[in-house]
């Protein structure tokens, strides 16, 4: 059973607002990138919203993205095929964590530990799914993320 008395991360975030903050500065910089600005030309001007739905639900908040936007198949067609490479992942991680300073995300190391495994784990998942030939699950839930090893300091 969850713990009631800590917060989920979503919660800690500051919840769908603060992530929809969070997505709207990280798209701008990525459409302005170089290197990953191209893949995502023709993006739906609602990308940046349908993101911080998903991962607004992975990290505990209210399950919108499966709900309302097709929930983890939906997400995952619009990466297969897309031959992500491994510069590409990592400026994607990097622009998002630069966004999460801008838009002053909480920085405890305790949130910034989990909100960076998480990025790290679904981004890596993103690039392999990506690849010509994958064949990933095509059916399962938007995954749930938590604090693991390190919840919030309570003294
Ligand atoms: C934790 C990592 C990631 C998450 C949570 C994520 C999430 C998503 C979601 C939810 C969508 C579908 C949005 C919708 O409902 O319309 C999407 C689409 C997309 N993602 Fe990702 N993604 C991740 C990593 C990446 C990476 C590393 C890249 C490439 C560098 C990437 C490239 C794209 C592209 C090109 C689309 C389609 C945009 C369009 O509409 O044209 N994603 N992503």
Redo the contacts with the bound molecule.
């Keep these: 059973m969850a713990d009631e008395t800590v917060p989920t991360l979503d919660e800690w975030a500051g919840g769908a607002e603060a992530l929809e903050r969070l997505t709207e500065v990280f798209y701008r910089s990525v459409l302005k990138d170089d290197l990953?600005g191209p893949?995502?030309a023709?993006?739906?001007a609602d990308?940046p919203k349908?993101?911080a739905m998903?991962?607004s639900e992975v990290f505990g908040g209210p399950d919108r993205y499966t709900r309302e936007?097709g929930g983890y198949p939906?997400?995952l067609r619009?990466?297969i095929g897309?031959a992500?490479t491994e510069p590409?992942?990592r400026r994607?991680v990097s622009l998002l964590m630069d966004a999460a300073d801008e838009v002053a995300l909480p920085d405890d190391p305790e949130f910034r530990a989990a909100f960076v495994g998480?990025?790290e784990w679904?981004?890596r998942l993103?690039?392999s799914n990506s690849q010509p030939g994958a064949t990933p699950p095509t059916e399962a839930p938007v995954p749930r993320w938590g604090w693991g090893v390190a919840p919030p300091y309570q003294p």
Aim: hydrophobic share 50%; no cysteine.
């Design positions: 990953i893949l995502f023709h993006m739906d990308h349908f993101v998903w991962l936007r939906h997400m619009h990466h897309k992500i590409q992942r994607w998480y990025i679904g981004t993103a690039r």
